[in-house]
Structure formats: structure tokens, C-alpha cells
């Protein structure tokens, strides 16, 4: 992998990861039309996610700090309940972690034609949070947080939106839409640090593939697009203002089953 493809992979996982437009799907897309594999990198493909966890951190760094300031008062207030329903969120992503990680792994192999059905699918979803928004602006319950969860673990297919997927069906759910952001961005840093630690564990880090400026490049595109990618994205849900992204989605989709052909 070159510099500049790094820096062009590390600008589409960044922005990509926020918007709901399927970060794996792209990427994907991107490995296909660069002729590149990123995972012959466990060292790049690490780098750029911490940098989308870093970029969440940075843009949420006062909601983060008021929730440990809740969670370390130790007892049951709005923040410690916050926390919860992440764990929560975070059941069924595990058990699909646990159970099917090797059929999820088997799917990332440029299969454009899945990419692009799937792709599909996040358009419908993100189509349907805007007519089917009740706009009841409740708060999130422990169960709306396992149904969120259940559209995160769903979205662990390549070119199903994880931000599109939790967010639509927040909405859907009558949601408060600050909250559903919030939510949806916040519950993703454990498993994306989860999964990374368990694949630096196993992987081999000595093949040499890739050099350290690429992943350097790599990580500070990533980062750089991800911060404005996520900023934007809650300013977007706030609105609900998300049809244009399905879309999006909807010609992607199209174009990648037609290429597929």
C-alpha cells in the first residue's frame, strides 16, 4: 500500500464511519478500485480505527467527562443509567462477535454484489426513519437500547451503515434525536477498541506490508475526516435530515451491483 492510498482509505474510513453510509461497504469498494488489501495490515487497519475512536472522544469530550463524573458519584443517577443501556447495546454485537466472527470475516472479500445489496438496505432504513420518525422525543429505555444494539450487531455486514442502522432505528423508535446521536456514537468505541485488541492479540504485526508513513498518513486522515464526518453527523440528526444519505446509498448500491455484473 502506497502513501496516497493510505491517506485515501484513511479519508473514507474516517468519513464514513459517521455518515451513514456503510464505512465497511466503502471500504470495500475503495480496496476493489485501489487494488489494495487492507488486512495484509493489521497495524493499518488498527491505526485508523483508534483514529475514528479518537475522533468520537474529541467531539463528545464533555459528554465523556460528565458521564464518568455521574458513573464515579456511585449511585443511580442519569449518567449511570446512560452507561448501562451502552452495556446494554453492546450484548448483541458480543454475541455475534463470540458466535459467527469467522462467517462475518468470510464476507469481506470484495464481494461487490453483497456490498451493493446491502448497501440497499442501509438506504431503506435511513428512507424509513424519515417517514416513519414519530418524533416523541422520549428518552432511550434499557430495551430500546437492545433493539439499537441488535441494529449495530446487523450492521457488522459489509455496506449496512452502523451509524445509519442505530440511528434510524432510534428515531423509529420515537427517540430524542440528541440522544440517539449521542447514543449511537458513544456505544460504538468499546466494541470498535474490543475488536482491535483481540486482533492485535492474535495477528502477526512483523509482515512488513505496509510502512510507517502510510500508516501515520493513514491514521491522521482518518482522524482529521472522522472528527468532521461526526460533528456534522449529529448536527444532521438534529434535523433528521437524513434522506439524501439514502440516496446515496440507493445509487452506490445500484452502481456496485451493476459493476458486479
Not at 488486512?39 to 464533555?62: G, M, N, P, Q
Not at 443501556?85 to 462477535?97: A, D, E, Q, T
Request: charged share 15%; with cysteine; glycine share 8%.
Amino acid at each position: 500500500m502506497t502513501t496516497l492510498q493510505a491517506l485515501i482509505l484513511g479519508i473514507i474510513q474516517g468519513l464514513t464511519e459517521f455518515l451513514p453510509v456503510s464505512s465497511s461497504g466503502h471500504i470495500e469498494i475503495g480496496k476493489a478500485l485501489l487494488g489494495v488489501n487492507v488486512t495484509e495490515s493489521l497495524e493499518y487497519s488498527i491505526a485508523v480505527h483508534a483514529a475514528t475512536v479518537l475522533s468520537t472522544l474529541v467531539v463528545f469530550r464533555k459528554d465523556i467527562i460528565d458521564l464518568f463524573k455521574g458513573v464515579f458519584r456511585f449511585k443511580m443517577n442519569a449518567e449511570t443509567h446512560f452507561v448501562l443501556k451502552i452495556g446494554v447495546s453492546m450484548i448483541p454485537v458480543l454475541f455475534v462477535g463470540i458466535f459467527f466472527k469467522d462467517d462475518v470475516e468470510n464476507l469481506f472479500n470484495e464481494n461487490i454484489l453483497f456490498v451493493g445489496s446491502m448497501l440497499l438496505i442501509t438506504a431503506i432504513l435511513l428512507a424509513l426513519s424519515k417517514y416513519l420518525n414519530r418524533n416523541q422525543n422520549s428518552p432511550i429505555g434499557y430495551f430500546d437500547a437492545f433493539i439499537i444494539g441488535i441494529a449495530q450487531a446487523v450492521a457488522v455486514l459489509p455496506g449496512i451503515s452502523r451509524s445509519g442502522a442505530t440511528i434510524s432505528t432510534g428515531l423509529m423508535l420515537g427517540k430524542s434525536k440528541d440522544e440517539v446521536a449521542k447514543f449511537s456514537f458513544l456505544m460504538v468505541i468499546i466494541p470498535i477498541l474490543g475488536a482491535a485488541a483481540l486482533d492485535l492479540l492474535k495477528g502477526d504485526t512483523t509482515g512488513g506490508a505496509i510502512s510507517s508513513t502510510a500508516i501515520i498518513t493513514g491514521f491522521i486522515a482518518a482522524f482529521v475526516s472522522g472528527y468532521f464526518a461526526c460533528s456534522w453527523m449529529v448536527k444532521l440528526v438534529r434535523k433528521s435530515n437524513l434522506l439524501w444519505f439514502a440516496v446515496y446509498c440507493a445509487i452506490v448500491g445500484l452502481v456496485a451491483i451493476i459493476a458486479s455484473l
